[in-house]
């Protein structure tokens, strides 16, 4: 890559760069054509340290000896670019992140604090792209968008196509979750050998209602939740990455189940269009494997980025059920607020960054 | 326990002995109040050795010493006693199971084969005991009863409770399996480190049918399944032993979250009225702890033979949700088999076997 | 158990009951022939609640019932009674010990703070017990006795007959230590699945340096430590109990493995003749299996107080090498603590306290 | 890749490609810059069908989609093609893979059946390079040459550049070995979950003597095994990939542990020097954090081919310790057989194929 091009990228930086995400999202902008790591934020106690010094490092591959190279900032402090990735925990998110939007930043996060405010977006650039519209009557002089829960965004995924296709009544998830989506201090060895554990406290809410908030629709500046009643139950199991999720859904108008299957791996969405450069080519692979999908054999599908689903079949309760596999800390997080930033950069919505291939 | 007690004690046979399940029995049959393992049977390969020697031991417990002196006989050889415990594979339980209830024999089955005969019963003695009565119209000189398979069995203790205080519509469960359920030579170590597996070949389907039937009525001499629907999604989890299910239930009647656990931690059944040796104190536990049960800590409780029951709550799309977990070889198989077994003397069904207490 | 018996038992307390080294000394403790439960301490965070509420109980079977009673004490406050254990940690542990000690009590302890003082005697109740004699010099009005690290017990164990029976030069030993050790917060799930840790910090110089404490001699008043040198490497491993230790080992005299190997199975020291409460009828038992000992099935051999030792065989560098199981938290902490007082009680050095059965 | 480039890659068959180490081969070979997947063959059960098919692919990534196609043929049938990988079992391979040799091939072989045969070369590329030299003497009108044991791989790269600058005398290791070392139907994951088992059949013979030859000196014609006298424990362990070895050396002469590090960190070899397609660039990475290697965040180091080192100390019993980790199906296998392809290409020793950028 020549210089030139080097200097066209896009600079931006991460919030909360040292935790379980934040490494995925140091590890996904190393290498991204459109942006650049200026700057990585993380605790006063990491701040003034080189980023390969102040942070432990946890994934297979090597830390990008660039990043390694960045002098950490303590967060609080001003970023020096306008396009902000999230990576903190819900307890410092809140009052942060509006600051920061306020201060002339657009901010994709990851963090669950303002998911939920009626004035700011939450999107999975393959389902619901139109809500980034919201962006423009926000209060602040930048812009807050965020991305959902990790359980979320596969189940939402594999939604999309059959609420679009055949209309959706009802759905039942139960989940077996990552132990990544607990953090690089989550449970115990102790606690997850031979063992799992039946609840993922606040999960199965959020799951609940950013399903309807993803489906539902913008109308008059407003987004009205889908009318499906989302039913989940979570699990942590002992799995590196990659969410399963065991789903039945109740469709409002009759289908086969060759017809769901196909309707599944025929999705495709803007991101595809838009050639994004997170965008899997198909957001959906549907396996024919009869044990498939697995964490491990198939979480990487799309580079991380496709959902997996498998095992279409009739459901005696509610109609049709399916297990879907999703990367939670790449599509699930990291990787899903960089395809997000991708798609408003792409739409023209951070200002004073355009899109390299769009424009 | 003098020598005249000893006496007294019935002796029992125990097909397949040298499998997970067998290994469960003649643990489990070594310090049995009422039986006495008289003869082990395994393939033709084993047979004439030492059951110590031919054996692998896989139990944490050292094998019981009396029982490993038995000599192994080949199954096929006729057993030297009425009562007879089969942990056979369903490839050779078939014919061979009703070849020794005709026989004479008194056949406690853990296999499958004969499960949905229509003149077997199927029985979990909290459940439907009185099924047993079918056994007087079996054709055979002895007969032939059938243990549930393991996951349908924590799943319809904890349904009957319900189904006879608010009738019971409608059951989604997601099951999260335990790897001893596919034996000692089940999933590799490979398949199965940082990885599940959703699916368990025919699994779905058995816990469908047999549900309805163990729930079902007997009336006229035949059993008629039980209305509710259900449906089943089973996976396979890197967990030692116990089986998760997250269930979901619609009742026929409305019920609070807290009238439904109290009426399942009220149930009390025949096994308990009767005091029989096996049969847990309390037949189901609710747990209050938010993340409980879990398999390693709960698997024990009731020495195996109680299903724990947490997280009862309203389901968005039932009405009910909670989770169950159930020891999958002790209740589940070898502790169930033998409960049966004792229900079974207890009502004087085997010929010239009377049971100690009742007597 | 009559009330006369339970009134004669000796009033026992826990420091660092809810840990868990501390929740092994309560379920020990609950059914002691010799000892009571009188008092539990804990940080002040947990105390005045009820054990049973302030302890997250994490061990298979259920918290004992009068256990679960006893109000939390917070530490620092006086024992109630003369034997005490200490479960503590060692940032705490140091200070606090002597305080104790020096007030009148009798302390067993488990933590690292005292073992190397000179004054202290480091003890394996099969090993040293001879070494307790140290008691009688220590300044203090009761006494301070140590049990060493659950990584040196099994070695020590398996070391002591060779040493006797043929002399010992050099010992090196590479560890593979279960999660346990490190407590309930150990390493995280995420770190330890699909992968081991090369370093357990400070225990190979624990390892080194009490071995040759313990196999040392008491002459004058002091401990010279043995002469032979030893070298370790310790690694933590996805296991959930049970140090296994692969050791090579240089004898002063020669011997065949088959020597060796009876040596070990026909060791028995003072507490087997003694016939302490938890003393194992064998100390160390020999396998024959070609694949044993594994920590699972083999931990709870005597209770989890027996070493078992297999796969003695030459050792082309050192002359012979073997592989040693212990459990780490039963002989190698609670259980191993518990053997200690009792061998302290029957020799006459808790003041006011009799062995039942030697009195 | 030009149609003129890809003429000229080599075509290469592999034998046994179904198994896991075999899928190794095939995703190596996939992507290989001189070479050329031509044949796959493996069982009659497997022959006739597409890769794609006959194969349960277990590794993360895709099956490469070209191997898909290939049709899989009947291991004993004539290769299509000089060059021929062999990752048979050593029960089919003996005899197969001389005849192969016979009949004008260049058999690599991954099996144990010929490794120490006097006239066969056992061959480290950065280790003993030279030995290849024994190829032009063997009776056959083809050649073949063997990859040591995945557990020696590791040792005697860590051991060479010790041996050139200090001599060795002695060597005790200890191996915490990876589940893929067993092949895709290895222990259970009931055998292996809390559990490790301490015995690999043959392994520690396999190690020590293999260590012996790569370490000799090729005289006259024939090899002179090394003199170090090498004693190794070798235990299964609960990790998908990348053996762990726990080392202790003693060498001829003194040399302080920095010494040491310097020496393994600075090694470089012929592979290096001639820059060969699957050479890491440097062999043998020295980490400096305390806890490290770990096998899953330092197996994939110099893409799966580096040897990872740490805790280079002194070891009170043989002068030095450290722990070395390689990837026991890449270095250890299919990624060690195809570097000593190219490195017998690059040396001219297969008649016919010329190395690309040698030439």
């Given at each position: 890559?020549?210089t030139?091009?080097?200097?066209r990228?896009?600079p931006v930086?991460?919030?909360?760069?040292?935790?379980?995400?934040?490494?995925?999202?140091?590890?996904?902008?190393?290498?991204?054509?459109?942006?650049?790591?200026?700057?990585?934020?993380?605790?006063?106690?990491?701040?003034?340290r080189p980023?390969?010094?102040?942070?432990?490092?946890h994934l297979?591959?090597?830390?990008?000896?660039?990043?390694?190279?960045l002098?950490v900032?303590s967060?609080?402090e001003?970023?020096?670019?306008?396009?902000?990735?999230?990576?903190?925990?819900?307890?410092?998110?809140?009052?942060?992140?509006?600051?920061?939007?306020?201060a002339?930043?657009?901010?994709?996060?990851?963090?669950?604090?303002h998911?939920?405010?009626?004035d700011?977006?939450?999107?999975?650039?393959?389902?619901?792209?139109?809500?980034?519209?919201?962006?423009a009557?926000?209060a602040?002089?930048?812009?807050l968008v965020?991305?959902?829960?990790?359980?979320?965004?596969?189940?939402?995924?594999?939604?999309?196509?059959?609420a679009?296709a055949?209309?959706?009544?009802?759905?039942?998830?139960?989940?077996?979750?990552?132990?990544?989506?607990?953090?690089?201090?989550?449970?115990?060895a102790?606690?997850?050998?031979?063992?799992?554990?039946?609840v993922?406290s606040?999960?199965?809410?959020?799951?609940?209602?950013?399903?309807?908030?993803?489906?539902?629709?913008?109308?008059?500046?407003?987004?009205?939740?889908?009318?499906?009643?989302?039913?989940?139950?979570?699990?942590?199991?002992?799995?590196?990455?990659?969410?399963?999720?065991?789903?039945?859904?109740?469709?409002?108008?009759?289908?086969?189940?060759?017809?769901?299957?196909?309707?599944?791996?025929?999705?495709?969405?803007e991101?595809?269009?838009?050639?994004?450069?997170?965008a899997?080519e198909?957001p959906?692979?549907?396996?024919?494997d009869?044990?498939?999908?697995?964490?491990?054999?198939d979480?990487?599908r799309?580079?991380?980025?496709?959902?997996?689903?498998?095992?279409v079949?009739?459901?005696?309760v509610?109609g049709?059920?399916?297990?879907?596999?999703?990367?939670?800390?790449?599509?699930?997080?990291?990787?899903?607020?960089?395809?997000?930033?991708?798609?408003?950069?792409?739409r023209?919505?951070v200002?004073?960054?355009a899109?390299?291939?769009?424009?």
């Amino acid at each position: 890559m020549s210089t030139t091009e080097r200097q066209r990228k896009t600079p931006v930086a991460v919030l909360g760069a040292t935790g379980a995400v934040g490494q995925r999202f140091v590890s996904l902008l190393a290498e991204h054509p459109w942006f650049e790591l200026a700057a990585l934020f993380a605790s006063p106690r990491s701040a003034g340290r080189p980023y390969g010094e102040a942070c432990a490092w946890h994934l297979e591959g090597p830390l990008p000896s660039a990043a390694a190279k960045l002098e950490v900032r303590s967060t609080g402090e001003d970023p020096p670019c306008r396009l902000v990735f999230s990576a903190l925990g819900a307890d410092v998110a809140g009052p942060l992140e509006t600051r920061l939007a306020a201060a002339g930043h657009f901010v994709v996060s990851n963090a669950r604090s303002h998911r939920m405010d009626p004035d700011v977006p939450l999107v999975v650039p393959e389902v619901n792209p139109d809500h980034l519209d919201l962006v423009a009557a926000q209060a602040w002089e930048g812009g807050l968008v965020t991305n959902p829960n990790c359980s979320t965004i596969g189940l939402v995924i594999a939604l999309k196509p059959l609420a679009d296709a055949f209309g959706l009544r009802r759905v039942l998830v139960v989940t077996l979750q990552a132990l990544s989506g607990a953090g690089l201090d989550g449970p115990s060895a102790w606690a997850m050998t031979d063992n799992l554990v039946p609840v993922i406290s606040g999960e199965e809410e959020k799951l609940e209602r950013e399903t309807g908030k993803i489906l539902g629709r913008l109308e008059g500046g407003a987004i009205s939740a889908h009318a499906a009643r989302v039913s989940a139950q979570c699990t942590r199991v002992p799995v590196l990455e990659g969410h399963t999720e065991c789903v039945s859904v109740e469709l409002e108008r009759e289908a086969s189940s060759e017809e769901v299957a196909l309707v599944l791996a025929a999705f495709r969405a803007e991101p595809q269009e838009l050639a994004l450069p997170s965008a899997p080519e198909r957001p959906i692979e549907v396996l024919a494997d009869p044990d498939r999908p697995q964490p491990r054999l198939d979480r990487y599908r799309g580079d991380g980025m496709a959902v997996s689903v498998g095992r279409v079949r009739p459901c005696g309760v509610l109609g049709h059920k399916l297990v879907a596999l999703s990367h939670n800390t790449l599509r699930g997080a990291a990787g899903g607020s960089i395809l997000l930033a991708e798609l408003a950069v792409a739409r023209g919505l951070v200002d004073g960054v355009a899109a390299p291939r769009v424009a």
